[in-house]
């Protein structure tokens, strides 16, 4: 039996707009995988916690108050503490291009700036688990 | 990855990725997980479990996150499975339940978990009741099980949980509903939730007549009905002071062990029904008597009740069968 991919979608930060995730949650369940949404306001913290409990393959972050550069590596630093560093880790928002291979630097697989095809990313996402990159 | 007793061990130690990953491993039907939780199954049975159903959209999520800070304040730690549908279309599924519980998130005394359904019909998920095992081992006091939003005759999780929790909510339709579905006997607690709305009034007289009117055995639980506003956390702790108060009643009569019994029943038939079909079914399409079978009963040479007694006659008969 295939296994189901598991992505918690989550939001950092202040702002309130939630078309963005909704979008993207819902493509994604489209395309066969289990979309766990954690709501608005989260704390890298809580993110980290919950894609621990929610045993997710894929974390895919959110923000668009300029928070990112600092967020977006803490994620990554406390799912690497906390023994979870094999997840992969996905960032989108309002991110300037340049701040993208220094997020890349910090452990982040990769990241969709505005206005891209949720399609890419389901796509994305299928050739990373197909790769096996995703094997547990 | 861990070793299946490895990742046991761990999760018994209260190791908290060993057990996330246990649950993933037994809802992907993994043989890991299936080993693993043959490690964590006999130090289960010690969780008090609660159910809490009731229809889409009723504050069950909200209400649960409530529960879990007022459990949490009598010190007590909390696991939580909130399943929420798979699309039948794409297998996929958006789990939102936690999105009212992520004050929790941080939370080391409580461990939050969506499901979704896979295919399960009941109101729960195909695996709930051996991730309610696997957090019952880890030593979690209470484990909270929310359903989906129940229509009618959804309603397994009363073969999970020592105490039903059946929340209702103004402006759904009258109580004769309620009455249909069934859900009315399967509820220890009754909550009308949404009490600040108009009409909780009316649901309150309506579900009280209906369980004053309910046939009632001498010494049995009588089902207790409350009134929440989970968004403002009030009558929640009511709600635990009934819930435990129908916990009690279950020990005090012995009633709880009856509960476990049941528990173990479901657990164990729906295991072994799964895998009964899934080897007689292998069989059937391994073997040219299942083509033949099926092609009689589309030429209407049999109907399909012969066919299948066939089918199960030559499985047994058949040598690699037995074991
Ligand atoms: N007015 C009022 N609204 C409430 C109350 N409790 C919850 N809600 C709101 O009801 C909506 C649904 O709440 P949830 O807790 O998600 O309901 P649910 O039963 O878990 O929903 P599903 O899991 O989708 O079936 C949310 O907008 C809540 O804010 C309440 O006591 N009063
Ligand atoms: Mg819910």
């Given amino acids: 039996m295939p296994r189901t991919l598991r992505v918690l979608v989550a939001k950092l930060g202040l702002d309130a707009h939630t078309i963005g995730v909704t979008v993207l949650a819902r493509a994604l369940r489209d395309a066969g995988m289990e979309v766990i949404y954690s709501g608005l306001r989260q704390t890298p913290e809580m993110v980290a916690n919950t894609a621990i409990q929610e045993d997710v393959d894929v974390v895919g972050l959110s923000s668009l108050s300029g928070a990112h550069m600092k967020h977006f590596p803490q994620v990554v630093e406390l799912l690497a503490a906390k023994g979870a560093g094999e997840k992969l880790v996905i960032g989108g928002g309002v991110i300037p291009d340049e701040d993208v291979s220094a997020l890349k630097e910090k452990g982040m697989a990769e990241i969709f700036t505005m206005g891209t095809d949720t399609r890419d990313v389901v796509k994305y996402l299928d050739t990373w688990w197909a790769d096996g990159d995703g094997a547990p | ?323």
Wanted: net charge negative; hydrophobic share 45%; proline share 3%.
């Fill in chain 2, 1 to 323: 990855m861990k070793s299946a007793r490895a990742l046991a061990d761990a999760a018994l130690a209260r190791d908290i990725l060993a057990g996330a990953r246990i649950i993933r491993l037994l809802d992907d039907r993994d043989e890991h997980g299936i080993e693993a939780l043959a490690h964590l199954y006999p130090s289960s049975g010690r969780a008090y479990v609660l159910g809490v159903t009731g229809p889409p959209g009723a504050g069950k999520s909200t209400l649960v996150s409530k529960l879990i800070g007022a459990l949490r304040k009598r010190d007590l730690t909390v696991g939580v499975l909130a399943i929420d549908p798979t699309s039948p279309f794409s297998g996929g599924a958006i789990l939102g339940d936690r999105v009212r519980m992520q004050e929790h998130a941080t939370d080391e005394g409580a461990f939050i978990r969506s499901m979704a359904t896979r295919g399960q019909l009941g109101g729960l998920s195909r695996s709930t009741f051996e991730a309610s095992a696997v957090l019952d081992a880890m030593g979690f006091d209470v484990v909270l099980v929310e359903t989906v939003g129940v229509g009618q005759d959804e309603l397994d999780v009363v073969e999970l949980a020592h105490t039903t929790v059946v929340v209702s909510v103004p402006g759904l339709g009258d109580g004769i509903q309620a009455m249909k579905a069934g859900i009315l006997e399967v509820g220890d607690v009754h909550v009308i939730n949404k009490s600040d709305l108009p009409g909780a009034d009316e649901l309150e007289r309506q579900l009280h007549v209906m369980l004053e009117t309910e046939a009632h055995r001498e010494g049995a639980w009588k089902p207790r009905l409350l009134r929440t506003v989970a968004e403002k956390g009030e009558g929640v702790e009511e709600l635990v002071d009934g819930c435990f108060a129908h916990r009690e009643h279950l020990q005090a009569t012995g009633e709880d062990e009856r509960v476990a019994a049941r528990r173990a029943e479901h657990f164990f038939l729906e295991i072994l029904r799964d895998e009964v079909s899934a080897r007689i079914l292998a069989f059937a399409r391994g073997d040219a008597a299942g083509a033949a079978l099926l092609e009689d009963v589309r030429a209407r040479r049999r109907d399909p009740y012969a066919a299948a007694a066939a089918l199960l006659d030559a499985f047994e008969a058949n040598p690699q069968t037995k074991r």
